[in-house]
């Protein structure tokens, strides 16, 4: 079993930065896939970004390539992600995923249906 734990979150103003963290227990960080995810009232969870488990490999979506970046520590059992010039849209719920990896699969997972595990979420909200 794997429990997240998120937080970071906050209200800023837009072009402001704001780093989110997702703890980790029950097992360690490697051998873990991570993910974040986002979601806003009567829509579908999105992808954001996503690390594999060497971190050698991310992965980000098209509205976050360039202002956010995604990490992870294996000795703090930690992943962060770095959001900088956040804008009106990014406002939502942020939550990290993780998913046991197969053997030595470095790939990076994007969907919801990839990952077993989830955090409870943490508010980001970006005001003018």
């Known amino acids: 079993q794997v429990q997240l734990v998120d937080s970071g979150g906050g209200l800023v103003q837009a072009g402001d930065s704001l780093r989110l963290s997702c703890a980790a227990s029950?097992?360690?960080?490697?051998?873990?896939?991570m993910g974040w995810f986002r979601q806003t009232p009567g829509k579908e969870r999105e992808f954001v970004a996503g690390i594999s488990q060497s971190s050698l490999n991310t992965y980000y979506a098209d509205f976050a390539k360039g202002r956010f970046t995604i990490s992870r520590s294996n000795a703090k059992n930690t992943v962060y992600l770095q959001m900088n010039s956040l804008k009106l849209e990014d406002t939502a719920v942020y939550y990290c995923?993780?998913?046991?990896?197969?053997?030595?699969?470095?790939?990076?997972?994007?969907?919801?249906?990839?990952?077993?595990?989830w955090g409870q979420g943490t508010q980001v909200t970006v005001s003018s």
């Open positions: 995923a993780a998913e046991v990896a197969v053997r030595r699969s470095d790939t990076v997972l994007v969907t919801t249906s990839d990952y077993h595990y």
């Open positions: 029950g097992r360690t960080l490697s051998g873990l896939h």
